[in-house]
């Protein structure tokens, strides 16, 4: 897996919550038990991730960012509903 497709994924992770985060840690917990737990929260190389793996954490990835996108779409719907009311 190439250096510019982990970076991107780096950059989306960036945009999940939480309760996001933990279920990716999950998927890492699975793959490996090579990472480091800090206050802050959890750091991973990307080095010692398997492409199924990354792979995996991408499809969720995508997942959660159109869910994101359908909830904001369907928060302004219902503004502008309201809004008519």
């Known amino acids: 897996m190439n250096r510019?497709?982990?970076e991107k994924l780096k950059e989306r992770?960036?945009?999940?919550?939480a309760n996001e985060h933990?279920?990716?840690?999950?998927?890492?917990?699975?793959?490996?038990?090579?990472?480091?737990k800090t206050q802050t929260g959890v750091l991973v190389s990307s080095d010692v991730l398997s492409d199924e793996c990354i792979i995996e954490i991408e499809k969720m990835v995508v997942?959660?960012?159109?869910q994101h996108k359908l909830m904001e779409t369907d928060a302004q719907d219902r503004?502008?509903?309201?809004?008519?009311?």
């Open 79 to 85: 503004k502008r509903i309201t809004r008519r009311e």
């Open 13 to 17: 992770l960036e945009h999940l919550d």
């Open 63 to 66: 997942f959660y960012l159109d």
């Open 4 to 6: 510019q497709r982990k």
């Open 22 to 36: 933990a279920q990716i840690f999950e998927v890492i917990k699975r793959h490996t038990e090579s990472y480091t």
